[in-house]
């Protein structure tokens, strides 16, 4: 297949940039005895995997110099396709991720009608709203993998007119590198042939204690701050927006910006309670991200949107990005059966417990396609050239941010 010329140019950059990479042979790049395909930075490294183009490993030292696998996935890429639960382990939920009220939304006038796969019901056996682009999205295909260096990797997916029930052609390259302790993501697309949503994420699963902490089971522990996230999307009992704006009052469950704070903090407060949706206690929400205040910036030096923190490995994620949401999400959905990789948890502690991971997702506001009076960009044609979301996720030890004290 010929891949547009101006999509290759773009999604390439990141690659023929990345330091200390080595020329791609001509030879199809092979994964390894698992099906998986390595990547190094400095004291960072992380596998990746063509379902999905998902990221499987990322294995970083803690405070204590021992290595903490800080994301969950499986042992073997083989199992992502055939495991029930499909969680969406690390990868990259399109054409449009989400979720998607009455799989429905209109483009100049035309309404489709998109495959539904969430929250079924009796008049509605498949659901009643599109999650993450439908029953076979693209975290539940393989990509193929174009590029393999020593740091940096890129996968190509294309998706065709009338998938999932989506108008037109979409090409579509992700590329990964590690540089130093930085992961750094591009995401591009390219509608070729006709207007369509396109919204792309990454659906990465945090713990940043490994799974392995003997104190707890759970990431309730971790410290999150959302400095630039004073509001979020509502949304009703099955987390579809509603169209409002909601603020999220300094003290509230919802406030992270006014100061850090542990994602468990707010769990004795009876607003928590639905906060998730229906019969839902904790946290699957989408925050804006409001840096209008600061005028022109640079997405990667201004300051991340994120920070997320465990007292207990010592390891700090900072994340940068040049979207404006950030989806995160508690794991109330775990239970308990989903297995650890052997890279992680301890011999008591070998599966993902109920709220014992953090998802989360920069992207932009969701369901933005049936909300025009928010002025989102989610409908792309040939005429607008490609979408890109980029992101940086800076690994570090707590200790390095801790000031020093001045010397007499």
Not at 74 to 93: L, R
Not at 139 to 149: E, G, P
Request: with cysteine.
């Amino acid at each position: 297949m010929k891949w547009p010329t101006k999509l290759l140019a773009l999604a390439a950059l990141p690659l023929a940039l990345a330091q200390d990479s080595e020329s791609s042979s001509n030879t199809k790049p092979k994964p390894d005895k698992d099906g998986k395909y390595w990547i190094y930075g400095d004291g960072l490294k992380a596998s990746f995997i063509e379902y999905g183009a998902s990221v499987s490993n990322l294995i970083f030292n803690d405070q204590y110099g021992i290595e903490r696998d800080l994301v969950a996935g499986f042992d073997n890429a083989t199992y992502y396709s055939v495991d029930k639960q499909h969680p969406h382990f690390g990868g990259v939920p399109g054409r449009y991720a989400n979720r998607i009220k009455n799989s429905t939304f209109e483009i100049d006038g035309h309404k489709y009608k998109v495959k539904a796969n969430e929250n079924p019901t009796k008049d509605h056996p498949d659901g009643l709203d599109t999650l993450h682009g439908g029953p076979d999205g693209w975290d539940w295909r393989n990509f193929t993998v174009v590029a393999h260096t020593k740091n940096s990797i890129s996968f190509t997916i294309f998706d065709p007119d009338g998938k999932e029930g989506f108008p037109g052609d979409v090409h579509s390259m992700i590329t990964y590198t590690l540089n130093g302790r930085d992961w750094d993501f591009q995401m591009v697309a390219l509608a070729t042939t006709k207007k369509t949503p396109i919204m792309l994420s990454s659906h990465t699963y945090w713990n940043l204690d490994g799974f392995a902490n003997n104190e707890t089971n759970t990431a309730l522990n971790h410290t999150l701050s959302l400095p630039y996230s004073g509001q979020r999307v509502g949304v009703d009992n099955i987390l579809i927006p509603t169209g409002d704006i909601l603020a999220n009052a300094k003290g509230s469950v919802n406030d992270f910006w006014s100061k850090p704070k542990q994602v468990g903090a707010s769990f004795g407060d009876k607003e928590i309670v639905g906060n998730c949706g229906f019969n839902c206690t904790g946290y699957d929400n989408c925050f804006t991200i409001n840096r209008e205040s600061l005028g022109n910036f640079d997405w990667r030096t201004e300051g991340p949107v994120a920070t997320l923190s465990s007292d207990w490995s010592g390891i700090q994620l900072d994340v940068f990005t040049d979207q404006t949401a950030f989806q995160v999400y508690s794991c109330g959905g775990q239970n308990g059966s989903m297995a650890l990789k052997k890279t992680q948890g301890t011999k008591k502690q070998r599966t993902i417990a109920k709220y014992g991971c953090l998802v989360l997702e920069v992207q932009d506001y969701i369901d933005g396609i049936n909300h025009p009076e928010w002025m989102r960009k989610q409908i792309w044609g040939p005429e607008d050239g490609p979408y890109v979301l980029n992101a940086k996720y800076r690994f570090s030890l707590t200790s390095e941010h801790k000031k020093k004290p001045c010397s007499k």
